[in-house]
């Protein structure tokens, strides 16, 4: 396998994460995406990247959500 087939392959999966990650997500509001996508172990770059949002915007709603958990 060469590289540009591993290339075509990656880019494909990347794809299809994307599309999964739209449905499941697509119905959720922006808490809960942003809770889904970290426990499925999306860093907060890449969940800004689904959601539209800076990664910075991401960590600190990750911050408001982890200390709310921790009161509950």
């Known amino acids: ?7 075509e392959i990656c880019d494909r999966l ?4 994307k599309l ?3 449905s499941i997500i ?3 509001g922006y ?4 809770w889904i996508l970290s426990n499925a172990g999306f860093q907060p770059k890449e969940i800004a ?3 539209g949002k800076t990664p910075n915007a991401v960590r600190v709603k990750l911050f408001e ?3 709310e958990k921790k009161r509950l």
């Open 31 to 34: 808490e809960d995406q942003v």
């Open 65 to 67: 959500l982890r200390k």
């Open 20 to 22: 999964m990650v739209a």
């Open 26 to 28: 697509s119905t959720k």
């Open 49 to 51: 990247e689904f959601l």
């Open 1 to 7: 396998m060469n590289d540009k087939n591993v290339k």
């Open 14 to 17: 990347d794809t299809v994460i």
